[in-house]
């Protein structure tokens, strides 16, 4: 998963739980997770990526990556994908809508044309009543 905690924190811990529901903890990556600390945050995500199968794009309303920013890993970790033509499956949060190019750098201007899903915090994410199972709607 590439998400920016200020953005979307609790969307992405809830994908999270719904993703390692549906595939397992061992085919789940997110960084605070599983960067053990004291790693090289760039090796471990660059050699994530080498063996995923999709990359999971969580795009809240203030993804937009930071041009003053001096280290992105978000951008890093999506151009990388983008670089190895992993497949990327944009999440939007909410109402936000797709990022327009020209806040988008180049690198990552292909994310664009990606067909995105949509989680909200209903009818996706529900929580578990009577018995019944929550659900992840993406």
Request: charged content about 30%; proline content about 9%; aromatic content about 6%.
């Amino acid at each position: 998963m590439s998400y920016r905690r200020e953005d979307s924190a609790v969307s992405s811990s809830r994908l999270h739980d719904r993703l390692i529901d549906a595939f397992g903890d061992d085919h789940v990556f997110r960084d605070i997770d599983d960067i053990p600390a004291g790693t090289d945050f760039t090796s471990v995500i660059v050699r994530t990526l080498e063996r995923t199968d999709v990359v999971v794009a969580v795009i809240g309303p203030r993804w937009m990556p930071d041009p003053g920013r001096e280290t992105d890993y978000v951008r890093l970790e999506l151009a990388e994908a983008l670089r190895s033509e992993r497949p990327i499956l944009p999440v939007l949060v909410g109402d936000t809508p797709m990022p327009q190019p020209s806040g988008v750098p180049e690198v990552l201007q292909p994310l664009l044309t990606r067909s995105a899903a949509r989680v909200r915090r209903d009818p996706d994410f529900i929580v578990m009543r009577s018995g019944r199972s929550a659900r992840f709607g993406v």
